[in-house]
C-alpha cells in the first residue's frame, strides 16, 4: 500500500501563496496518477487537481488559473502551487493515488 504525507500548508492572507508538497513511498510513484483533494469545515471533500504520470493535467474550476500541478519523478514528489489564494480556499488539502490518502496539510486564508 502506499504511504502518503503531505507538507506545506499553514496560514497565508489573501492573495498570498502557498507550495504544497506530496511524498508518496514505493516505487510506483512515476507510473501513478497523482491528486489533490480539499475539505473544508463542514464540507464534503472535493477535487482539486490531478496529473497522470505522463504530465497531463486537470483542475476544479475553482482552482483554474490559480493552482498549479506537477510532479518531480526523480524526487518522488508531487507539488500544488497555490497563488491567489481566497478566504474560500481555506481547507485541508489531502494528496490521494493508488487508493491511498495522506494524513493531509491545513491551509488557511485569512486576513
Known sequence: QVQLVESGGGLVQPGGSLRLSCAPS??????????WYRQAPGKQREFVATIASGGTTNYADSVKGRFTISRDNAENTVYLQMNSLKPEDTADYYCTALGSWGPGTQVIVSA
Open 26 to 35: 514505493g516505487s510506483i510513484f512515476s507510473r501513478a496518477a497523482m491528486s
